[in-house]
T-cell receptor, first 114, second 109 residues
Framework: KAGVTQTPRYLIKTRGQQVTLSCSPI?????VSWYQQTPGQGLQFLFE???????NKGNFPGRFSGRQFSNSRSEMNVSTLELGDSALYLC?????????????FGEGSRLTVL | GQQLNQSPQSMFIQEGEDVSMNCTSS?????WLWYKQDPGEGPVLLIA?????ELTSNGRLTAQFGITRKDSFLNISASIPSDVGIYFC?????????FGQGTRLTINP
């Protein structure tokens, strides 16, 4: 059974640009969550999608957005990049219901903003 | 928002030693989980706890869900080199999973 796949693994952008990250969940999983990981802030919850609907949202500005497609694949977008957006962005999938907190994480997309 | 206080932030131990780390919160959680992250990879679930007072083992790992539902601890017995990594506690409340800041474990052979 294939795990959670995130693309791209590494990317470099400059301030003001926008970026789109992709996540393919484990087959059969309907929930996809996104987290931002930085050395200073740890793992911060961005949002969760379940059956193409945003079910939960963290405390990030509107520059951070996401969506989920009918095949459960998800994308997140960050517009008008800032230096502080440099981080490892982790995607995690789960069955979604019931919500047990048992997540399967991908290896992450490491974003560097210059 | 809810915050989890995880301690210690880092540990340096000798191979074969036992390890203990814990997580506390001012909020009550319905579920506590422990994840481990190896370098260059995403976190992997180690143990999930669903009832206050629950004590669960997974090999050399043992975790407990505190009676007050505001804390949890993880013990690792007889540490081995592959135990190196960052351990995260996580609490589930109102459909949101909140993570602690992590405990970085380093083992001297």
């Amino acid at each position: 059974k294939a795990g959670v796949t995130q693309t791209p693994r590494y990317l470099i952008k400059t301030r003001g640009q926008q970026v789109t990250l992709s996540c393919s969940p484990i087959s059969g999983h309907r929930s996809v969550s996104w987290y931002q990981q930085t050395p200073g802030q740890g793992l911060q919850f961005l949002f969760e999608y379940f059956s193409e609907t945003q079910r939960n949202k963290g405390n990030f500005p509107g520059r951070f957005s996401g969506r989920q497609f009918s095949n459960s694949r998800s994308e997140m977008n960050v517009s008008t990049l800032e230096l502080g957006d440099s981080a490892l962005y982790l995607c995690a999938s789960s069955l979604g219901t019931p919500n047990t907190g048992e997540l399967f994480f991908g290896e992450g997309s490491r974003l560097t903003v210059l | 928002g809810q915050q989890l206080n995880q301690s210690p932030q880092s540990m340096f131990i000798q191979e074969g030693e036992d390890v203990s780390m814990n997580c506390t919160s001012s909020s009550i959680f319905n579920t506590w989980l422990w994840y481990k992250q190896d370098p260059g990879e995403g976190p992997v679930l180690l143990i999930a706890l669903y009832k206050a007072g629950e004590l669960t083992s997974n090999g050399r790992l043992t975790a407990q869900f505190g009676i007050t539902r505001k804390d949890s601890f993880l013990n690792i017995s007889a540490s081995i080199p592959s135990d190196v990594g960052i351990y995260f506690c996580a609490g589930l409340l109102a459909q949101k999973l909140v993570f602690g800041q992590g405990t970085r474990l380093t083992i001297n052979p």
